[in-house]
Each structure stands twice: as structure tokens, then as C-alpha cells.
């Protein structure tokens, strides 16, 4: 089972990035993906999810700039519009269980995450 984030570097304050979970392994039909992120000095937060049916969830505050998309069979694509100093942060995916409207990543299910730094 792998996850690879990419798609990570330096963007402008107010422009777009698009980040990528590539998954080998395991089929994107099998489990909901999520992005969790991990600002400097701060503890990790979930962004969003999106399940085997397409449903997307976000955490509070990111679903205004934040959208969550199946690009291909292998790819789940986070998609940051409006970009802003405290979007500064590593940005992982993982396979996770859904409940409630809340997603939590699975032990193991973790892939190695992109940096995303925001500076003019």
C-alpha cells in the first residue's frame, strides 16, 4: 500500500495549486481519501475527504477555497484556490474511515507528504 502526495512548492499569496494522492496498492474504489495538513510549529488538520462514491467533506474554514476531486483511476487531486500565508504547511493524504461527517486516517494508510510554502 503507497500514497504519494506531490504537486507541492512555492506559490504567490492569492493564487491556485493543485495537489496530487497518487495510491498503489489498493483501489480508490476501496477507501475514502483525505488531506491532512501540518503548518511549522502546528499540530496536524484534516482539510477534507472524498469518498468511493465522489461525496467530499471538509473540515470547518476549508471548504470555501478547498475542492477535493477524483482525477483518474489512480489520483485524487486537492485543488487550493485563493492561497494564503497559513496554507503554509506539508500536506499528506491518507486512506480514511468516514463517520458523522468526520474523517479519520487509517494506521498505515499514510503516504509521505508534499511542502506547499506561501510567500511573495
Known amino acids: 500500500v503507497q500514497l504519494q502526495a506531490s504537486g507541492g512548492g512555492l506559490v504567490q499569496p492569492g493564487g491556485s495549486l493543485k495537489l496530487s494522492c497518487t495510491v498503489s496498492g489498493f483501489s480508490l474504489d476501496s477507501y475514502p481519501i483525505g488531506w491532512i495538513r501540518q503548518a511549522p510549529g502546528k499540530q496536524r488538520e484534516g482539510v477534507g475527504c472524498?469518498?468511493?462514491?465522489?461525496?467530499t467533506y471538509f473540515e470547518d474554514g476549508m471548504k470555501d477555497r478547498f475542492t477535493i476531486t477524483r482525477a483518474n483511476a489512480n489520483t485524487i487531486a486537492l485543488h487550493i484556490s485563493g492561497v494564503k500565508s497559513e496554507d503554509t504547511a506539508v500536506y499528506y493524504c491518507a486512506a480514511v474511515d468516514v463517520a458523522g461527517g468526520r474523517f479519520y486516517p487509517k494506521a498505515g494508510y499514510w503516504g509521505q507528504g508534499t511542502l506547499v510554502t506561501v510567500s511573495s
Open positions: 472524498i469518498t468511493t462514491d465522489g461525496t
